[in-house]
């Protein structure tokens, strides 16, 4: 069955960095928009990052333009997110989802947990 399993998250100090991992499975992943949302305390799920299938277009949400990349590794069915000079505002619980096409979401993570803060 798909799965989308979620790593690398946790508590890491203002200005730190964290590396999530998102590994799938049960479906061709490289035929596959990859994208990152997160979903912070009492406010709603929101987009971080997309790639496209071939790495060919990204796009980031403004908040975080500078400071995050998504990346992918259509050999080893994983899509990354590096977070960089991370904020107290950053923190959520974030998830990886995969689209068949830019803008669609078929299937969803479980989420990981990233907390910054002193």
């Known amino acids: 069955q798909v799965q989308l399993v979620e790593s690398g998250g946790g508590l890491v100090q203002p200005g730190g960095s964290l590396r999530l991992s998102c590994a799938a499975s049960g479906f061709t992943f490289s035929n596959y928009v990859m994208s990152w949302y997160r979903q912070p305390p009492g406010k709603e799920r929101e987009l971080v990052a997309a790639t496209t299938s071939a790495s060919t277009y990204t796009n980031y949400a403004d908040s975080v333009k500078g400071r995050f990349t998504i990346s992918r590794d259509n050999a080893k069915n994983t899509v990354y997110l590096q977070m960089n000079s991370l904020k107290p505002e950053d923190t959520a619980v974030y998830y990886c989802?995969?689209?068949?096409?830019?803008?669609?979401?078929?299937?969803w993570g479980q989420g990981t947990q990233v907390t910054v803060s002193s």
């Open positions: 989802s995969a689209g068949r096409a830019w803008g669609k979401q078929d299937y």
